[in-house]
C-alpha cells in the first residue's frame, strides 16, 4: 500500500495559478500511474490528469487540458498539478491517487475511480470570481 498527502491548496482569484503537490510513501512509488480528481460540493468524484509511471505518458479531462499540467519527480516521490488560469468551476477538493497496478498505461482508460487504489486525504482549492 503507498501513502498520499497533498498539499498546497488554498484561496485563489479567478486567472491565477495554484500547484498542489501529492508526496508518497510506501510501496515502490515509481512503478505506479498516479492520478488527480476532484469533487466540488454535491458533485461527484471527477477525474483530472494522470501521469504514468515513467512521465512517458500524461492524460487530461478535457475541463482542464491547456491549463493544468501534472509531472512526477520520483527521485522526491512527488507528484505535481500545475494548475494556471484558474476558474470558479475548478473549486473543489483536490485528492491524488496510485494506480491498483504496477505500470499502468496511462490512456483515456485511466480516467476512472476503478483504476486507482489507494488515495489521499484531500487539498481544498477555492477560486473566487
Known amino acids: 500500500q503507498v501513502q498520499l498527502v497533498e498539499s498546497g491548496g488554498g484561496l485563489v482569484q479567478a486567472g491565477g495559478s495554484l500547484r498542489l503537490s501529492c508526496a508518497a510513501s510506501g510501496r515502490t512509488f515509481s512503478n505506479y500511474a498516479i492520478g488527480w480528481f476532484r469533487q466540488a460540493p454535491g458533485k461527484e468524484r471527477e477525474f483530472v490528469a494522470a501521469?504514468?509511471?515513467?512521465?512517458?505518458?500524461?492524460y487530461y479531462a478535457d475541463s482542464v487540458k491547456g491549463r493544468f499540467t501534472i509531472s512526477r519527480d520520483n527521485a522526491k516521490n512527488t507528484v505535481y498539478l500545475k494548475m494556471n488560469s484558474l476558474k470558479p468551476e475548478d473549486t473543489a477538493v483536490y485528492y491524488c491517487?496510485?494506480?491498483?497496478?504496477?505500470?499502468?498505461?496511462?490512456?483515456?482508460?485511466?480516467?476512472?475511480?476503478?483504476?486507482?487504489?489507494?488515495w489521499g486525504q484531500g487539498t481544498q482549492v477555492t477560486v473566487s470570481s
Open positions: 491517487a496510485a494506480s491498483s497496478q504496477p505500470y499502468q498505461p496511462v490512456n483515456k482508460n485511466i480516467a476512472t475511480r476503478a483504476k486507482f487504489g489507494s
Open positions: 501521469i504514468s509511471w515513467g512521465s512517458g505518458s500524461t
